[in-house]
C-alpha cells in the first residue's frame, strides 16, 4: 500500500478489521473487532457480560486495574487484558479514534507481538477526520523508583524510547535498545518482537492462572541455558526489543501521542503505568498542545510539523 502523510489531523479506522485467536493467560478464545470512530472518541474497549450487560473501558491510564504480567484495563468489574501489543501498534501506525469491541477477557495473543495488527491496520487503511490531532509535550522530568530499578520522562523534541533490562539468565542479561518512534521503523524493528519467559516459571504461573495461552508459536521461551524455540530468535535483542515494545503499547495509555524522552531500567508494566501517574499529578510537567503547535530540530527522526507524529499515519 503507498504510504503517504496524513499531517496534524486525528484519524480513524478506514473499515472494520477483526482478530481472532487465544488469550496468552486465561487460554480462552478471544476476538476483536476494531470499528472506525469518530474525532475526539479517543480508543475505546467495549465489553459485555453474561448478563448482557455492557461497558466501555477507555484506553488510559487510569482505568489500569492490573500489571501483573500484562497490562488489564477495567471498569465496573469488567476487564480486557494484555492490551500493550495492540495499543502498540495503534500508536505507531497513528490511529487516534477506534471501538473495540472485545469477545473474552483477553485481547488475543496471536503471535506475541504487535506485527499482526500492524498487518491488519496497513490492510485497512485510515481515514482522515476534520479535527487536530492533540500531542503530549513533556515540560520537566517525572521519575519513579522501586529498588534499583526505574522509569522516567523527561524533555525531549521527538519520541524516543530508552530501555533497558537486566535479568540474571545469562541467555538475557543485561540488554538495551534506544527507539525513536516511526510507523516505519516501529513495523521494521520492534512489531516482531515477541513475548518472553521462563520455562522454570511455567508451572508456578499455571496454578495462579497465568500463561494458560501461551506457546512456543507465541512467545520466546527460555530455559535449560538457551532459547527453546526451534527458530530461534528474531533478533540478537529481540527480549529488549519487546520490552520498548510493550513500553510504547503501555505509554499510548496516556491518551494521546508524546513529545519527549521515555527511559527505564528493569522496567515493566507496573513502572510503565506508575510513571504516567506521576507525570499527570504533577501539572507543571505537561501540556496538551495541537500537532501544528511541533516543530522538528535539525537533525530529528521524528515530529515534522505537518507531517503526523511518530511518521503517522503514513497508511
Known amino acids: 500500500m503507498q504510504l503517504k502523510k496524513f499531517g496534524g489531523y486525528q484519524t480513524t479506522l478506514a473499515r472494520e478489521i477483526r482478530f481472532d485467536g487465544v488469550g496468552v493467560h486465561a487460554g480462552k478464545p478471544a476476538s476483536l473487532l476494531l470499528r472506525p470512530a469518530s474525532a475526539d472518541r479517543g480508543i475505546v474497549f ?3 457480560d453474561e448478563t448482557g450487560r455492557e461497558v466501555e473501558i477507555p484506553a488510559r491510564f487510569d482505568y489500569v486495574v492490573a500489571t501483573d504480567l500484562c497490562t488489564v484495563l477495567g471498569v465496573d468489574g469488567l476487564s480486557v487484558a494484555t492490551v500493550e501489543h495492540l495499543m502498540a501498534a495503534l500508536l505507531a501506525l497513528g490511529v487516534d479514534n477506534v471501538d473495540i469491541e472485545v469477545e473474552g477477557p483477553e485481547v ?6 504487535s506485527v499482526t495488527f500492524v498487518d491488519g491496520i496497513q490492510e485497512a487503511g485510515l481515514t482522515v477526520l476534520a479535527s487536530p490531532r492533540k500531542v503530549l509535550r513533556i515540560l520537566k522530568t517525572v521519575r519513579v523508583e522501586q529498588g534499583d530499578a526505574f522509569a522516567e520522562l523527561s524533555p525531549f523534541e521527538g519520541c524516543r524510547y530508552d530501555v533497558t533490562i537486566d535479568f540474571t539468565d545469562p541467555v ?3 540488554q538495551s535498545y534506544v527507539f525513536d518512534l516511526s510507523a516505519h521503523g516501529f513495523r ?3 512489531a516482531r518482537a515477541r513475548t518472553f519467559g521462563f520455562m522454570s516459571d511455567v508451572e508456578k504461573l499455571w496454578k495462579i492462572g497465568f500463561a494458560l495461552g501461551s506457546s512456543l508459536e507465541n512467545s520466546v521461551a527460555v530455559g535449560e541455558g538457551r532459547v527453546m524455540n526451534p527458530e530461534g530468535l528474531r533478533f540478537p535483542d529481540e527480549f529488549a526489543r519487546h520490552k520498548t515494545l510493550d513500553a510504547v503499547g503501555d505509554l ?7 513529545v519527549g524522552r521515555y527511559r527505564s531500567y528493569k522496567g515493566g508494566h507496573r ?3 506508575a510513571v504516567l501517574k506521576a507525570l499527570f499529578a504533577d501539572h507543571a ?10 516543530r522538528r530540530e535539525a537533525g530529528s527522526a521524528v515530529m515534522v510539523a505537518g ?3 511518530a511518521a503517522a499515519p503514513d497508511i
Open 307 to 309: 507531517s503526523g507524529l
Open 46 to 48: 467495549r465489553r459485555t
Open 172 to 174: 538475557i542479561g543485561r
Open 108 to 113: 488475543p495473543i496471536l503471535d506475541g507481538c
Open 188 to 190: 521494521t524493528e520492534l
Open 252 to 258: 499510548a495509555l496516556a491518551g494521546a501521542p508524546f
Open 271 to 273: 513502572m510503565n503505568v
Open 285 to 294: 510537567a505537561y501540556e496538551f498542545v495541537s500537532k501544528s503547535a511541533v
